[in-house]
Each structure stands twice: as structure tokens, then as C-alpha cells.
């Protein structure tokens, strides 16, 4: 490539991912879910529940997460190459440049649709305070600067052509601005995400509604999150569509992008399957099966997978795509897979968003009910866990599978045989009032921490095989989390299109071997975009972590879009 870039799937790298790799290592088969309390609902094992590969029986189990899957890896380097292993950029690229590039181009137009003041308070406007006249709207101003346009190739802005404040009796409009951007060739609708009251009620609008989509599979099953599909449809006719549509006439080489952050990327996908089509069925539609005779000539030459169709009312087809970043479920499986090649879908990390639907609630509420139905379940998975419980030496040759287990939930090991002690966090242990304090230690008013010695170990563990206590607690977790995503069986919606995730994490590199340093090495972040291929394994459950909410933000949406385009471009 141009740009240097190898095109290759790169292996991962052993050493500096396996921690972080969605797949079971070193695995035991698990023990069996015990047989089910008639009496409680039954949790049916599922059968793509596969069990883990075995591993030796002198070794606990080691999950690195909850999911497995199936990706490739670009790492940000000039060595390799995008994840879908096609040179970049390629044909089918609306705008007609490299994948990251867009990725970055339309993170900023995404983040600029909240105004100038939510782009400082992210901590990513680049624009003066002062701008130089009060005749066009400041937020307005900030956007043409923070996207690299001019103020006047803005067309629409919510902030000074608002439309009513309700269109519907359910759902008002979301905040848009509609702009012509010659640097790409391309119309772009940028959608705001939730901000205000009547955003949030769109986001809670969560039951699942048919779309209909004409040149789809007839066989197949097409839902989407009802509140953001009837926002898409206040948008579909009206101001913005007519302003389009007229960019568009005026503009004939030029084609339409669409795109939004958070509750504006699941609007704006939406609206991109209503005002577009497949390129064969608009190929089908021009010679005359269901549409205009006309020739193909008659428009501009078809190279992107999806174009406007007919039934849109834009000048029909022209080149159409869809960026969304941090974007909720809108789309079920089926209409996931119809828009690949429409819809570019980028995920942060461990951004929550994108994984809860209506499905995951009612997971949720299942997995509740279960828990309140086995009192002390709860406690007890928390107090293993932490090393609350301490529990005395299994019974010789009885192992927890082998157990009866009355309850839903598979039993604990040793929950049949021995009863558990829980020792308060102040209590001191059985030998420390025997231990000898010498005449400095008392005239001090301490003792000395004995815990911090190399030889110490903790009395409560002496004569007790820490290895197999580890395989069989291992084995009940994960006997105890196979039964409880069995129940996990609701129907959900994913992120639409093609779903890429950007990780950010931080490495050390090695430094210069002849540095003076004892270990010469410094800090550096490492960006990895990845592309799913298994969306509803990857996104049927969220992955709880201390920036899951962090993560949702558009500034580090921006940021590691800005930190991706400068290794790879």
C-alpha cells in the first residue's frame, strides 16, 4: 500500500494479549448443573453452551472473560493492515479513502453535534470563545471549526431552524445539523446522542417494532428499538429531507453520510436503511423489475454496496454510508447482518451501551429471581470469591458433582458436607494472642507485621490442599455460570452493520539498550481495531468493567479515532 501498510491477518501477540483475549484457557470440563427444584422455573441447558477444553486435574481453571469469539487485529503500527485483510482504501469506502480515516473524519462531526459548550466540558473543542459575529448560531460556529468546514456549508442546525417541539405524540426530533463537506464529495447528516429529557424517553421507548425492508430476505425477521426508529421517522420526511435532497440536485457527484454518537448513531442507522437499497436491487430496479426503465447510465457510476433507492425521494443512487460510534441496540440479527456494507459500527472498549436491550434487561430480571429464589446464593459467590468463607477439607473421595443439590443453582462445594464458618474481618486469628511481643514491641504500642515475612502463612491454611480447594471451587463457578446463561434465552437487539471495537491500553516499550538506566524502557498506549465477527456472542451481555461508563463517552471516541488515524495513516 501507499501508505505502507502490509495487508495481512497479524497473529496475536502471546505475550501482551492473552489477558485480554475473549477466550477460556486451561480449562477442566466442568461439573454438571445439578438436577433442577421442580418447584422453581427450570433453567434449560443451552446447546451452544459448549464445555471447556480440558486441562490437567493439578491446575484450577482460568477465565480471561465471560464471551468467546473470533476477530483479526490491527495493531497501530505501519506493518499491518486493516482487519477485513482487504488493501485500504477499498472500493466499496464511502467517502472513497481509508477505512480509519473515515472512522476519524466523522468521530469529529459526531462529537461536534452536542455544541460548543459540551465540547469543553469534554475536553476536545479546539474553537476560540469568541467568535466573529453574532449572526450565526455559536454552536454553529463551533461545529464548522471543530469538523473543518466553513460556517456556511452548514445547510440545517437544529439550534436555528427548530422544527416542532413534538412531530409525533410519542417522540420529538433530535438535535441534527445537515452540511455540505466538499473535502469527502459527501452531504453528511450528523445526529446529537442523548442529552435532554425527550432524549432520554426516546432511549427508554425500548420495545421491539418491525421494520419494513423491501429488498430484504423474505425469510427474514427484521426489529428494531421502536422509540429510535419512530425518531428516524420524523426525520425521513420533512425539513431534513428536503435540505438533503436539494444538497444532493445540486451536487450530483456528490453522496450521503449519515452519522451520530450513542442514541444519534442508532437513529441515524436506521435512517439510512429506510432511504437506502442494496446495489443489485437498484441495478434490478433500473432495468425495469418493479422500478423507472431507465438506464443505468443515468446515474452516477455504483461502487459502495448500499445507494439511495427510489422509494426515498433523494436523487436515487448515489453512494450512501453510515458512521456510528457508542451505538445502542436497534438492530436484531438478521437486519444486523442485511446492513453490513451500510453501517460501520465503532465500539470503545468496554462501552456498556451497545450491549443493553430490552433482551438483557429481561436476563436480568430472570437471573434476579433466581438468585432471590436460593437464599444465601448471593453471599456466598461474593465471600468465595474474596476468601470470606472458610470452609474445612472436602469429604475424602465425594466431589461437589457427585452431590444432590435440592436447589436451581448447582451447590457449592462442601455447602452438603461441612458447614461454613464466617470470621469477622476483625477477628484476630487462633495463634495470635500466643504470639511473644518483645520490651521494644510493648513500649512501641506494637507488634511487628508478621504477615509481610517470606516464610509466613496464613494458619487458617496450613494442612489444606490449596490446589484442588481451587479446582473445585473453579469447577462450581463454572458449572454455576454455564446453568445461569442458560436462563439467558431472551431475545435481543445488537449494534447494526459491520462492528468494529477500538481497545486503548497501556504498554511499556523497551528503551534503548545502551541507556544508562538499569531497565530503560518507557511508557507508551497501544490501539488495537478490532473487527467482530460473531456480533451476538461479542454483545448478548455486558462486560462489566471500571470504565464501562467511561467508555461511553464521545471524547474517547474522538481521541482514540485521532490516536488510530495517526499510527495507521
Not at 214 to 243: A, F, I
Not at 272 to 292: K, N, Y
Not at 392 to 396: A, H, L
Not at 541 to 544: A, G, I, L, N, R
Given at each position: 500500500?501507499?501508505?505502507?501498510?502490509?495487508?495481512?491477518?497479524?497473529?496475536?501477540?502471546?505475550?501482551?494479549?492473552?489477558?485480554?483475549?475473549?477466550?477460556?484457557t486451561?480449562?477442566?470440563g466442568?461439573?454438571?448443573?445439578?438436577?433442577?427444584s421442580?418447584?422453581?422455573?427450570?433453567?434449560?441447558a443451552?446447546?451452544?453452551?459448549e464445555?471447556?477444553?480440558?486441562?490437567r486435574?493439578?491446575?484450577?481453571?482460568?477465565?480471561?472473560?465471560?464471551?468467546?469469539?473470533?476477530?483479526?487485529?490491527?495493531?497501530?503500527?505501519?506493518?499491518?493492515?486493516?482487519?477485513?485483510?482487504?488493501?485500504?482504501?477499498?472500493?466499496?469506502?464511502?467517502?472513497?479513502?481509508?477505512?480509519?480515516?473515515?472512522?476519524q473524519?466523522?468521530?469529529?462531526?459526531?462529537?461536534?453535534?452536542?455544541?460548543?459548550?459540551f465540547?469543553?466540558?469534554?475536553?476536545?473543542?479546539?474553537?476560540?470563545?469568541?467568535?466573529?459575529?453574532?449572526?450565526?448560531?455559536?454552536?454553529?460556529?463551533?461545529?464548522?471549526?471543530?469538523?473543518?468546514?466553513?460556517?456556511?456549508?452548514?445547510?440545517?442546525?437544529?439550534?436555528?431552524?427548530?422544527?416542532?417541539?413534538?412531530?409525533?405524540?410519542?417522540?420529538?426530533?433530535i438535535?441534527?445539523y445537515?452540511?455540505?463537506?466538499?473535502s469527502?464529495?459527501?452531504?453528511?447528516?450528523?445526529?446529537?446522542?442523548?442529552?435532554g429529557?425527550?432524549?432520554?424517553?426516546?432511549?427508554?421507548?425500548?420495545?421491539?417494532?418491525?421494520?419494513?425492508i423491501?429488498?430484504?430476505?423474505?425469510?427474514?425477521?427484521?426489529?428494531?428499538?421502536?422509540?429510535?426508529?419512530?425518531?428516524?421517522?420524523?426525520?425521513?420526511?420533512?425539513?431534513?429531507?428536503?435540505?438533503?435532497a436539494?444538497?444532493?440536485?445540486?451536487y450530483?457527484?456528490?453522496?450521503?453520510?449519515?452519522?451520530?454518537?450513542?442514541?444519534?448513531?442508532?437513529?441515524?442507522?436506521?435512517?439510512?436503511?429506510?432511504?437506502?437499497?442494496?446495489?443489485?436491487?437498484?441495478?434490478?430496479?433500473?432495468?425495469?423489475?418493479?422500478?423507472?426503465?431507465?438506464?443505468?447510465d443515468?446515474?452516477?457510476?455504483?461502487?459502495?454496496?448500499?445507494?439511495?433507492?427510489?422509494?426515498?425521494?433523494?436523487?436515487?443512487?448515489?453512494?450512501?454510508?453510515?458512521?456510528?460510534?457508542?451505538?445502542?441496540?436497534?438492530?436484531?440479527?438478521?437486519?444486523?447482518?442485511?446492513?453490513?456494507?451500510?453501517?460501520?459500527?465503532?465500539?470503545?472498549?468496554?462501552?456498556?451501551?451497545?450491549?443493553?436491550?430490552?433482551?438483557?434487561?429481561?436476563?436480568?430480571?430472570?437471573m434476579?429471581?433466581?438468585?432471590?429464589?436460593?437464599?444465601?446464593?448471593?453471599?456466598?459467590i461474593?465471600?468465595?470469591?474474596?476468601?470470606?468463607?472458610?470452609g474445612?477439607?472436602?469429604?475424602?473421595g465425594?466431589?461437589?458433582?457427585?452431590?444432590?443439590?435440592?436447589?436451581?443453582?448447582?451447590?457449592?462445594?462442601?455447602?452438603?458436607?461441612?458447614?461454613?464458618k464466617?470470621?469477622?474481618?476483625?477477628?484476630?486469628?487462633?495463634?495470635?494472642?500466643?504470639?511473644?511481643?518483645s520490651t521494644?514491641?510493648?513500649?512501641?504500642?506494637?507488634?511487628?507485621?508478621?504477615?509481610?515475612?517470606?516464610?509466613?502463612?496464613?494458619?487458617?491454611?496450613?494442612?489444606?490442599?490449596?490446589?484442588?480447594?481451587?479446582?473445585?471451587?473453579?469447577?462450581?463457578?463454572?458449572?454455576?455460570?454455564?446453568?445461569?446463561?442458560?436462563?439467558?434465552?431472551?431475545?435481543?437487539?445488537?449494534?447494526?452493520?459491520?462492528?468494529?471495537?477500538?481497545?486503548?491500553?497501556?504498554?511499556?516499550?523497551?528503551?534503548?539498550?545502551?541507556?544508562?538506566?538499569?531497565?530503560?524502557?518507557?511508557?507508551?498506549?497501544?490501539?488495537l481495531?478490532?473487527?467482530?465477527?460473531?456480533?451476538?456472542?461479542?454483545?448478548s451481555?455486558?462486560?462489566?468493567s471500571?470504565?464501562?461508563?467511561?467508555?461511553?463517552?464521545?471524547?474517547?471516541?474522538?481521541?482514540?479515532?485521532d490516536?488510530?488515524?495517526?499510527?495507521?495513516?
Open positions: 500500500m501507499d501508505d505502507g501498510t502490509r495487508t495481512s491477518n497479524l497473529p496475536m501477540a502471546q505475550d501482551d494479549f492473552d489477558h485480554r483475549r475473549m477466550t477460556s486451561d480449562a477442566t466442568p461439573s454438571q448443573p445439578a438436577p433442577l421442580p418447584q422453581a422455573p427450570t433453567f434449560a443451552s446447546p451452544n453452551d464445555p471447556p477444553p480440558a486441562q486435574p493439578d491446575r484450577p481453571r482460568h477465565s480471561a472473560s465471560m464471551h468467546t469469539l473470533r476477530s483479526t487485529l490491527t495493531t497501530t503500527c505501519r506493518e499491518a493492515s486493516l482487519p477485513t485483510g482487504v488493501p485500504e482504501p477499498k472500493s466499496g469506502n464511502f467517502p472513497h479513502q481509508h477505512l480509519v480515516s473515515n472512522l473524519h466523522f468521530a469529529r462531526y459526531s462529537s461536534a453535534a452536542y455544541g460548543q459548550s465540547l469543553r466540558i469534554f475536553g476536545i473543542a479546539k474553537h476560540e470563545f469568541k467568535f466573529p459575529h453574532t449572526e450565526i448560531h455559536a454552536n454553529n460556529h463551533a461545529f464548522a471549526h471543530h469538523v473543518g468546514i466553513h460556517v456556511e456549508d452548514i445547510l440545517l442546525s437544529s439550534f436555528t431552524d427548530p422544527g416542532p417541539t413534538f412531530e409525533t405524540d410519542k417522540i420529538s426530533q438535535v441534527n445537515v452540511a455540505v463537506d466538499h469527502v464529495k459527501a452531504v453528511v447528516l450528523a445526529c446529537r446522542g442523548s442529552l429529557l425527550a432524549d432520554i424517553l426516546t432511549d427508554l421507548t425500548c420495545s421491539y417494532e418491525p421494520i419494513p423491501p429488498d430484504g430476505d423474505p425469510d427474514g425477521t427484521y426489529y428494531v428499538h421502536s422509540g429510535m426508529y419512530c425518531s428516524s421517522t420524523t426525520l425521513q420526511r420533512g425539513t431534513v429531507h428536503d435540505v438533503i436539494d444538497a444532493l440536485a445540486k450530483p457527484e456528490y453522496g450521503l453520510v449519515l452519522c451520530g454518537h450513542s442514541l444519534g448513531g442508532g437513529v441515524a442507522s436506521l435512517l439510512s436503511i429506510l432511504w437506502s437499497t442494496p446495489a443489485p436491487a437498484f441495478r434490478q430496479h433500473v432495468d425495469g423489475l418493479g422500478g423507472p426503465k431507465r438506464a443505468v443515468d446515474f452516477p457510476p455504483i461502487s459502495t454496496p448500499f445507494v439511495t433507492s427510489f422509494a426515498s425521494g433523494l436523487p436515487p443512487g448515489r453512494p450512501i454510508s453510515c458512521y456510528t460510534y457508542g451505538v445502542p441496540c436497534v438492530a436484531s440479527p438478521d437486519l444486523v447482518a442485511y446492513c453490513r456494507g451500510l453501517v460501520i459500527s465503532t465500539v470503545h472498549n468496554y462501552d456498556i451501551v451497545p450491549t443493553l436491550s430490552l433482551g438483557v434487561l429481561r436476563d436480568f430480571k430472570s434476579a429471581v433466581g438468585f432471590y429464589a436460593e437464599q444465601g446464593l448471593c453471599e456466598e461474593v465471600g468465595r470469591v474474596i476468601g470470606l468463607y472458610r474445612t477439607s472436602p469429604t475424602p465425594v466431589s461437589s458433582s457427585d452431590r444432590p443439590t435440592p436447589g436451581r443453582f448447582p451447590s457449592s462445594p462442601d455447602s452438603e458436607t461441612q458447614p461454613h464466617l470470621d469477622s474481618a476483625t477477628d484476630p486469628a487462633d495463634e495470635s494472642r500466643d504470639v511473644a511481643l521494644d514491641e510493648l513500649r512501641a504500642g506494637r507488634g511487628t507485621n508478621k504477615a509481610v515475612e517470606p516464610a509466613y502463612r496464613d494458619p487458617n491454611l496450613l494442612g489444606s490442599d490449596l490446589i484442588a480447594s481451587d479446582v473445585e471451587l473453579s469447577n462450581w463457578l463454572w458449572s454455576l455460570r454455564t446453568t445461569i446463561r442458560a436462563s439467558s434465552d431472551n431475545e435481543k437487539l445488537y449494534p447494526p452493520g459491520t462492528v468494529y471495537v477500538v481497545e486503548n491500553y497501556g504498554v511499556f516499550i523497551a528503551g534503548d539498550s545502551s541507556s544508562a538506566l538499569p531497565h530503560p524502557r518507557r511508557e507508551g498506549r497501544r490501539v481495531l478490532r473487527a467482530i465477527d460473531d456480533v451476538e456472542r461479542r454483545f451481555e455486558p462486560v462489566f471500571r470504565t464501562m461508563l467511561s467508555d461511553h463517552s464521545p471524547a474517547a471516541y474522538e481521541i482514540n479515532c490516536l488510530l488515524a495517526a499510527a495507521v495513516m
